[in-house]
Antibody, heavy 117, light 110 residues
């Protein structure tokens, strides 16, 4: 059974860097796209970026300048960094696996990140 | 922000059929598969439909998806109280070179 477990700092000050990591248990790391999605309080889902096992990356254009996504295949983990955060980056952040036309069938538990001075 | 438009809300009584629409364009729905996700309150989204109309194992056949041109829809038949949730469509957008989610539809069971 595939499980995604994510962690990272939950409270940041404006201008700091958001950093989250997602570990994948129980399945292959290769052959899939590993995604980050966020959901501001009371709002809809927003796709941030994704990376495959080889390091090929796609970004939401509006966030690309501030986002870094990376993969560590030796640990079956992938990470997200968002620089220069503001209150607008306050959201629940999810990691997810997208696979071969089958959609995002596996999701992490979510991490609430709050940006406040 | 989202390029996929959904009605903000939909409702029905138990047993009724509810249809949720998802409207896009030629660069997204018109040329890529559509996916649907269900998000129960306080939980992570769950994949409901993939490749326009396929159900993952464990998803009841009360849920069905379809696509025509640049629009897609999700139908919930035999509405049940546990179907009360937010529903999102999603696809790839060739112009943005990225994935996009719909604006989301809150389904209420009256």
């Amino acid at each position: 059974q595939v499980q995604l477990q994510q962690w990272g700092a939950g409270l940041l000050k404006p201008s700091e860097t958001l950093s989250l990591t997602c570990a994948v248990y129980g399945g292959s790391f290769s052959g899939y796209y590993w995604s980050w999605i966020r959901q501001p309080p009371g709002k809809g889902l927003e796709w941030i970026a994704e990376v495959d096992h080889s390091g090929s990356i796609s970004y939401d254009p509006s966030l690309k300048s501030r986002v870094t996504i990376s993969v560590d295949t030796s640990k079956n983990q992938f990470s997200l960094k968002v620089s220069s955060v503001t209150a607008a980056d306050t959201a629940m952040y999810y990691c997810a696996r997208w696979g071969g036309g089958s959609g995002m069938a596996y999701w992490g538990q979510g991490t609430l990140v709050t940006v406040s001075s | 922000h989202s390029v996929l438009a959904q009605p903000p809300s939909a409702s029905g009584t138990p047993g009724q059929r509810v249809i949720i629409s998802c409207s896009g364009g030629t660069s997204n729905i018109g040329s890529n598969f559509v996916y649907w996700y269900q998000q129960l309150p306080g939980t992570a989204p769950k994949l409901l439909i993939y490749r326009n109309n396929q159900r993952p194992s464990g998803v009841p056949d009360r849920f069905s998806g379809s696509k025509s041109g640049t629009s897609a829809s999700l139908a919930i038949s035999g509405l049940r109280s546990e179907d009360e949730a937010d529903y999102y469509c999603a696809t790839w957008d060739d112009s943005l070179s990225g994935r996009v989610f719909g604006t989301g539809t809150k389904v209420t069971v009256l």
